[in-house]
């Protein structure tokens, strides 16, 4: 089997998102998968987009790919960011959004989701009721792919990357992060996702006689024209977490 690069939560974050791309097909990658979260935040949405388009790329939608394509008047008026990515993507960006799927199964024995098969608002693997996020118990994982029946699951939400095999032999992979390696979230509680590295993270997938080899890949990129573009946004905790790969 051919490698596969997998690839999550970019963020509009195009330097990154380049050096992802350059790296994977240098490692030989020939097949790219992406699992959401891809044009939401103050850096570079639209050139985001078309370097995506331009790319073969297996695609999925994540929470905030959606709520930028649902955001009412009133969420617009009190999101400068939302208003940015609005003002910069054009209108088949949005309509490119609406028709991606929310889950999608491949050939290759693989589910692709961004939170959870039915919650794009859910994570997977973390229980952050804590506030900081541990890995759920097996129960917990195995109710939520209750209905799936391959034996490789894609998710993406929670920046982090994790392999966690279940003892039905289904094994869970997040590639973490392409575009922002840590943030801070309210809901649904307050908690953190931190990887205290700037780096862009990744996962090469690969089948072989024995299931799937998995390497986690984190990769530099031009960090200055991320932290740049946040700051240029107003966006000051974007520009420290981009930089310090921790929460602001």
């Known amino acids: 089997m051919s490698k596969i690069a997998v ?41 985001t987009y078309e370097l ?34 609005l003002a910069e993507l054009p209108n088949e960006a949005l309509v490119w959004m609406k028709s991606l799927p929310s889950t999608l199964s491949l050939p290759e024995d693989i589910f692709m989701c961004h939170g959870v098969p039915d919650n794009d608002l859910v994570y997977m693997v973390e229980d952050i009721s804590s506030g900081i996020p541990k890995v759920r118990n097996e129960s917990e994982i195995r109710h939520f792919l209750s209905n799936i029946t391959e034996k490789l699951v894609l998710c993406g939400h929670s920046h982090i990357p994790r392999a966690v095999e279940l003892t039905n032999e289904q094994l ?17 509680v307050m908690h953190s996702m931190q990887n205290y590295c700037s780096h862009a ?11 799937w080899n998995i390497e986690f890949i984190k990769v530099p990129y031009e960090l200055n024209s991320a932290v740049n573009a946040a700051k240029a946004r107003s966006r000051n905790d974007w520009a420290y977490s981009l930089k310090s790969g921790r929460a602001a």
């Open 52 to 85: 995506l388009r331009s790319e073969e790329m297996i695609t999925i939608r994540g929470n905030q790919d959606r709520q930028i394509y649902e955001a009412t008047p009133e969420e617009i008026s009190d999101n400068p960011t939302m208003q940015f990515i």
């Open 201 to 211: 993270s990744y996962a090469m997938i690969e089948q072989c006689s024995k299931g």
């Open 7 to 47: 690839l999550s939560d970019i963020h509009s974050n195009i330097w990154a998102l380049e050096s992802v791309i350059k790296d994977a097909k240098k490692k030989g990658a020939k097949k790219f998968i992406n699992l959401g979260d891809i044009l939401y935040g103050p850096l570079a949405p639209k050139e």
């Open 172 to 188: 869970v992979v997040n590639p973490g992060s392409v575009g922002l390696p840590a943030y801070k979230d309210e809901e649904p």
